[in-house]
C-alpha cells in the first residue's frame, strides 16, 4: 500500500471517537440485525450493543478508498472502525488510531493485537475453503495465545461447519445476499465455540461472529467497504 493510502486509511481510523459509544439508533444496519439474528440465543451478551449511525458510517466512509470495517466487542459492547493498512497475500490487516489491529483472511480473523489477550497466530487452511466454498464439514482449527509467562500457548480444536439461511447485507457501500456458515468447535477442557460467517456467493465473508480469546471473547465484524 502506498503510504498516501496508508495514511488516508489512518485517518479514518481516527474517526472511532465518533463510532464509540454510540446509542441504540433506530437506523441500524439490517444486515447486522440479520446476522445478530443467526446467531441469538448462542450469544445473548451482544444485545444492546452501540450501533452506528448511518451518517456516521457515510462520515467515516469519506475519508479513505481504503477497505473498512467495523468492530463490535459483545462483552464490553464497544465499538471500534478499522481502516485495512496492509496486505500480505491472502492476508489483510486492519487497524484503528489505538493501535489495536485484526488480520483478517478472507473475512476470517487470524490475529489480532491490542485487544488484550490477543490472537498470535492460528492454523485456518481447511476452515478458510469450507467458509469460502460455503460447503459443509468437520475442519481443525488452531488458534495459539501469549500467556501472561510470555510463552506460548494453544488451543487445538475440531470444528463442525454447517450451511445455514440465505440472508440479505447492506451496509456502508456493500449490499448482497450471503449464506451464514456456523462453525461449531470443540476440543479437551477447551470452552466451546459458536462462530457464525454471512459468506457471498465467491467466497467473501462480508460479516461474522468470532471468538477472539477468553479475554475479549466474541467479537462482531461488519464489513462496510471491501
Known sequence: MKSSRLMQAIAAAAMLGLLAGCGND???????KLLRGAIQGNNAR????????????????????????????????TQTLLAQIETNGAYRTYANSSRQSATLRNGIITATRGLGGDVMSSETDSLVRHIASRLDGTVPYTLRFLDGEEAITEMTYVCTVTRGEMTAVAFGEISANGRVMRMTCSGTDLPRLDNFFVVEGDGTVVASHQWVGEVTGYVTLQHARR
Open 26 to 32: 433506530p437506523s441500524a444496519n439490517e444486515g447486522v
Open 46 to 77: 451482544k444485545e444492546g450493543a452501540p450501533a452506528l449511525t448511518q451518517d456516521q458510517l457515510a462520515g467515516a466512509l469519506q475519508q479513505t478508498g481504503a477497505s473498512i470495517a467495523v468492530m463490535t466487542i459483545e462483552d464490553s459492547k
